[in-house]
């Protein structure tokens, strides 16, 4: 299948669905038993979320939190939160993001989390994380794919709005950056 808008794929769905089926369980063995509630961070986890979820045969509930960052031009990024948390006292977090790329998100979202939700404790589930130094070092318990210093979009992941919708990760052809 063409995908118009990406230089190469990355990840197909077989590749994606086989990695999320490791992940959901190391993720059940883990929360098994313990009061969980899964926080995705919008817009880019959706789907993420969404297959990662059918795959928890546990209960848990399920919330969100919208974040988006500004990068600065010297500092690392600020972290604008759309909506509030939802109540997590006596619970377990697992925050869902698709990326971690400067940290700056995560490391916003973890503090947060910590200081008004007050957690029994807090993990971190990435779909991607890329190989490069962070603004804030982040570490997430559980990771999709480890990628490249490269602009991919695909899969929930967004270039200006577009190509979340689209059922692979790749790379942006970068003719579209800018245009297109
Ligand atoms: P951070 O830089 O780790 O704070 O990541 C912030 C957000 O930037 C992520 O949640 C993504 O929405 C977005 N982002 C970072 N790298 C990429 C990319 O390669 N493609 C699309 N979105 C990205
Ligand atoms: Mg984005």
């Known amino acids: 299948m063409r995908h118009p808008g990406l230089q190469r794929v990355l990840f197909d769905e077989a590749a994606i669905a086989a990695r999320l089926d490791e992940m ?3 993720i059940t063995a883990f929360y098994d038993g313990k009061p969980l509630t899964v926080l995705a961070i919008l817009n880019g986890s959706l789907i ?6 059918r795959r928890l045969p546990i209960p848990l509930r399920f919330e969100s939190l919208g974040a988006a960052s500004y990068r600065g031009a010297v500092s690392g990024g600020t972290v604008t939160f759309k909506g509030g948390l939802p109540p997590l006292a006596g619970r377990h977090a697992l925050i869902l993001d698709d990326i971690l790329d400067t940290g700056c998100t995560l490391h916003a ?13 807090v993990r971190t589930a990435v779909l991607l994380r890329k ?6 070092p982040f570490h997430a318990e559980y990771a999709g794919f480890e990628i490249d210093d490269e602009f991919v979009v695909g ?4 270039y200006d709005g577009r190509y979340r919708n689209l059922p692979v990760i790749g790379v942006l052809d970068p003719a579209r950056r800018g245009g297109g």
């Open 24 to 26: 959901a369980a190391g």
């Open 48 to 53: 993420f979320a969404a297959d990662l979820l």
């Open 109 to 121: 979202v973890r503090r947060k989390v910590l200081a008004e939700g007050g957690p029994l404790s």
């Open 131 to 136: 190989r490069k130094t962070r603004i804030e």
């Open 155 to 158: 899969y929930g992941l967004d």
